[in-house]
C-alpha cells in the first residue's frame, strides 16, 4: 500500500480539529485524534513534535482558511461583519477553537504572526479609508476593527439564555 504523507498529516490536522474544539488542548486526547484519522499516535509526533504543535497548526491552518475567506471591505463595514457572522455559523468549530485558543494560548510570548500581520492590515485599510473620508474617524482604527469582529462573534459567543431571548437562535 502506497502512503501519502499529504493526505495522513490532513487527515490528522482534520480530526484533530474536531477534538480540539471539542476539548480545548488540555482535553484532547492523541489516542482519539490518531483513531479518528485512522493513523497512530507515532504519526501526530512525526509531523508536529507534541500535542500544542498540533493544535496550533490546527488553528494557523483555521486562520489561513478564514482570512482568505473573509477579506474586509471598508467601504461596507456591515456586510464585512455579516459575512464574519456567517462563517461562524456555518463552521461553529471556528468559533469555539478561537475561545480554545484564547484560553489555554493566553500566555503565549509571542502572538501569532499570521493573525497580527491580518489585523495590522486591516487596521491600515480603516486607517486609509478614514483618512479619504470613507470612514468616520470617531474611533482609532483598531478600535473599530475590534468593534466589528467582537459584534460578529456575538451571537456564536452568547448564552443560550440570550439566544433564547432573540427567537431561540443558538
Known sequence: MVRN????????????AKEFATYGIAGARVDRIAEAAQSNK???YHYFDSKEALFDAVFNAICVESLRATPIDVTDLPSYAGRIFDGYEDHPEVSRLVTWHRLERAGSPEPLSIVLASLQDKAGEIAQA????????????AELLGLILHLSDLWSSSTPEFAALVGGKS
Open 130 to 141: 478614514q483618512n479619504a473620508g470613507l470612514l468616520s474617524s470617531h474611533y482609532a482604527p
Open 5 to 16: 504523507a499529504q493526505a495522513t498529516r490532513q487527515r490528522l490536522l482534520d480530526a484533530a
Open 42 to 44: 507515532a504519526q501526530i
